[in-house]
């Protein structure tokens, strides 16, 4: 019998929630909920209780490579096992990465393929729609699951309802891009319109099917890049320059929509109705309209105080935020940037990344706190000839072997037991001691023990630029010369 393969789609920068998405650290690793998940953890738990007659295998999860670590980390802090992550080395938008999949699963799997960025808070209305077209992708049908709409959106795609068949979906009348105001109107009051929610299940075999008739270029430049994959450690990588060639596009435009004009593919095209508080957390607004609020409209999260505020956004992440008199405004800060935004014109951030991006400033790719597979780092001061960071390891791992040209660097341990490999000398350091790493010397930090280890690290020299370093040997696989990180 089938099984139910979850396909997270976890690709995808999130430009409109600059500061805190970031293209290194975007919005689906984000803890945007009260429940302290991230977006791709709640995603992956988002099954659970489903029907147990519907057995179920562990999450293929397609992702950027450069987000490899994080996706894994999160799966295991969710407890999800059996995972396997496909990394792609480009994207090439959701229609490229469900073939992906389907070409990783079982052949007669049913795939759920669900984005690693949406919010439901009715989960249980999911797990109904989703045993309802559970029975229709097992007879071939693919399946999408539309939104029924609560207001007049602008900023979503929609599926017309044809009439309903026996099983508690519809056929599919049509398509329709984001509509103007006037027209969201009319669709809302018809009641035959919901929103495109990029929820689809289908079988792996009918997917491969449809790709093979609609867009054949696409599946076999899918199918050449995973006959010259590679696997290491849980990691399953596509061949970079195959798969860069891929043509690019989504499920609904490659496949979905041309679906219910080619009855005679046999893949019939089926909708079924979804209320569960969704929605696509694309811009701070959003985010807005799903968090519980205050009496005048506000919400956010941090240390904030507002005064004379009202229906706002405030989300602080390290320092107060304080306002007096304003209404519709979002104000999110971080340790290296604050967004001031107008709440009707959030999708208008997307433009402050790209200017970032044309003058070359880290801000729109990487936060001050940067992530590594051994934990993370935290440039907390800098100067001519010096940076300070906050560096913290996690129990069992270990920094690359590595050296540095240009710097010299002091480690003093705040927390935890340090294991310092400094030139030819391996030994411990515990709380309050420290060492000296010359420059030239090959050196690596470790945490042999059980809790994380946490040192302060102060770099002197004429370039501290993290692109500065010679790896030697690395744990995670990174490549073993100049790299830009450490």
């Known amino acids: 019998m089938s099984k139910l393969t979850p396909v997270i789609m976890c690709g995808g920068s999130g430009t409109r929630l600059?500061?805190?998405?970031?293209?290194?650290y975007p919005k689906q690793f984000l803890s945007l909920s009260a429940d302290g998940k991230s977006m791709l953890q709640n995603t992956a738990s988002r099954l659970s209780g489903l029907n147990s007659s519907i057995q179920q295998t562990g999450p293929i999860l397609v992702c950027n490579a450069e987000h490899r670590f994080l996706a894994a980390q999160q799966l295991q802090e969710q407890g999800i096992a059996g995972a396997k992550l496909v990394l792609e080395p480009i994207g090439r938008n959701t229609a490229p990465a469900l073939t992906l999949a389907a070409l990783v699963a079982e052949p007669d799997a049913v795939l759920l393929a669900m984005p690693a960025d949406h919010v439901m808070t009715r989960?249980?209305?999911?797990?109904?729609?989703?045993?309802?077209?559970?029975?229709?992708?097992?007879?071939?049908?693919?399946?999408?699951?539309?939104?029924?709409?609560?207001?007049?959106?602008?900023?979503?795609?929609?599926?017309?309802?044809?009439?309903?068949?026996?099983?508690?979906?519809?056929?599919?009348?049509s398509f329709a891009e984001k509509p103007s105001a006037q027209v969201a109107e009319q669709y809302l009051a018809s009641g035959q319109y919901l929103w495109n929610s990029g929820l689809f299940m289908v079988r792996a075999d009918?997917?491969?099917?449809?790709?093979?008739?609609?867009?054949?270029?696409?599946?076999?430049?899918?199918?050449?890049?995973?006959?010259?994959?590679?696997?290491?450690?849980?990691?399953?990588?596509?061949?970079?320059?195959?798969?860069?060639?891929?043509?690019?596009?989504?499920?609904?435009?490659?496949?979905?929509?041309?679906?219910?004009?080619?009855?005679?593919?046999?893949?019939?095209?089926?909708?079924v109705p979804l209320d569960a508080g969704w929605s696509d957390l694309g811009a701070w607004d959003a985010l807005w309209d799903v968090l519980p609020k205050d009496a005048h409209g506000n919400t956010g999260s941090g240390e904030t105080l507002a005064v004379d505020t009202r229906n706002s956004l405030l989300f602080s992440e390290s320092r107060l935020i304080a306002t007096v008199g304003l209404e519709n405004v979002v104000i999110v800060e971080t340790a290296d940037a604050v967004l001031?935004?107008?709440?009707?014109?959030?999708?208008?951030?997307?433009?402050?990344?790209?200017?970032?991006?044309?003058?070359?400033?880290?801000?729109?790719?990487?936060?001050?706190?940067?992530?590594?597979?051994?934990?993370?780092?935290?440039?907390?001061?800098?100067?001519?000839?010096?940076?300070?960071?906050?560096?913290?390891?996690?129990?069992?791992?270990?920094?690359?072997?590595?050296?540095?040209?240009?710097?010299?660097?002091?480690?003093?341990?705040?927390?935890?037991?340090a294991e310092v490999t400094n030139g030819d000398e391996t030994f411990l350091l515990g709380e309050n001691e420290s060492t000296f790493i010359p420059l030239g010397h090959a050196h690596r930090l470790a945490n042999p023990g059980k809790v994380p280890l946490e040192i302060i690290e102060v770099q002197s020299g004429s370039y501290l630029g993290e692109d500065d370093i010679v790896r030697f040997e690395d744990t995670y696989g990174r490549a073993p010369v100049v790299q830009t990180a450490k």
């Open 123 to 173: 989960p249980e209305q999911l797990h109904q729609a989703a045993e309802t077209g559970w029975a229709l992708a097992q007879d071939g049908a693919m399946v999408t699951f539309g939104i029924v709409a609560d207001r007049p959106e602008t900023g979503y795609g929609y599926i017309q309802k044809g009439p309903a068949d026996n099983n508690g979906a519809f056929f599919i009348q």
């Open 340 to 417: 001031v935004a107008d709440k009707r014109r959030t999708q208008d951030v997307k433009k402050v990344v790209a200017e970032l991006k044309a003058q070359k400033r880290s801000m729109a790719s990487t936060h001050r706190k940067v992530h590594r597979p051994w934990g993370w780092y935290d440039s907390i001061d800098s100067g001519e000839r010096f940076q300070v960071k906050r560096i913290v390891v996690n129990p069992g791992a270990k920094l690359s072997l590595q050296m540095h040209h240009h710097r010299a660097e002091h480690w003093i341990v705040v927390k935890g037991t």
């Open 206 to 271: 009918q997917w491969l099917k449809a790709m093979a008739a609609l867009q054949p270029a696409m599946l076999q430049a899918c199918q050449q890049s995973m006959v010259q994959s590679t696997t290491d450690m849980d990691f399953i990588r596509p061949h970079a320059e195959i798969f860069g060639a891929c043509p690019s596009d989504s499920i609904d435009y490659a496949v979905m929509e041309k679906l219910p004009v080619t009855p005679e593919l046999g893949v019939p095209a089926r909708v």
């Open 18 to 24: 600059w500061p805190l998405s970031r293209e290194h």
